[in-house]
């Protein structure tokens, strides 16, 4: 398991509850080992909490929406802090899952399959 700041707990669970469209909409299909791997929603690793991990393949993954609109270098930090444990990070757009969720379970699961 990996270490966490404890604070981010009640935060985490804040926004499972809150949730967005994109979110929701990839949690379906991600829920329940739907893709062969369990993953975790809003899940603390250090003082970050990724959208989706799963700690079998160390892998996160992230829905770039609005809210990373002006944030590429908190983004980049983020993304290598969790390179330098091991974890691989997708980046996924927004849009991508609500226009084209097809092809973005296509690319998850040639990830999963290829880490």
Sequence with gaps: MNHYNKQLKNFARANRKAGNLSEALLWNELKQRKMGVQFKRQRPIGNYIADFYCDEKKLVIEIDGWSHDNKYHYDKARDEYMQKLGI?????????VKRDMANVLIWIKHNIENI
């Design 88 to 96: 691989h990070v997708l980046r996924i757009y927004d849009i991508d």
